[in-house]
């Protein structure tokens, strides 16, 4: 099993920055790829920044050149978030894909609002 730990949400107004990290447990291993998905009320979850073993990295259109992820060793995974927006308001799922499957921490809040 896996177990993945976000923290670092919270409320923060229009063009402002957060960053997120993740902490992961477990059967976890350098090969494994890393990310972030959100969720909004009444959206469906979307992948928002992706990061391989070897750091290569995706991003979905909305945040790209705001937001960059990144890994150190094998457990902890971060998403540096910048000139946030209202859009951006979500609950923010840490990711984890490893041979055996694929794995969600619980979530953590993010607020964009003045």
């Known amino acids: 099993q896996v177990q993945l730990v976000e923290s670092g949400g919270g409320l923060v107004q229009p063009g402002g920055s957060l960053r997120l990290s993740c902490a992961a447990s477990?059967?976890?291993?350098?090969?494994?790829?890393a990310g972030w998905y959100r969720q909004a009320p009444g959206n469906q979850r979307e992948l928002v920044a992706i990061?391989?073993?070897?750091?290569?990295t995706n991003y979905a259109d909305s945040v790209k050149g705001r937001f960059t992820i990144s890994r150190d060793n094998v457990k902890n995974t971060y998403l540096q978030m910048n000139t946030l927006k209202p859009e951006d308001t979500a609950v923010y799922y840490c990711y984890r894909r490893t041979w055996r499957g694929a794995y969600w921490g619980q979530g953590t809040q993010v607020t964009v609002s003045s």
């Open positions: 477990g059967s976890i291993f350098s090969t494994d790829t």
């Open positions: 990061i391989s073993s070897g750091g290569s």
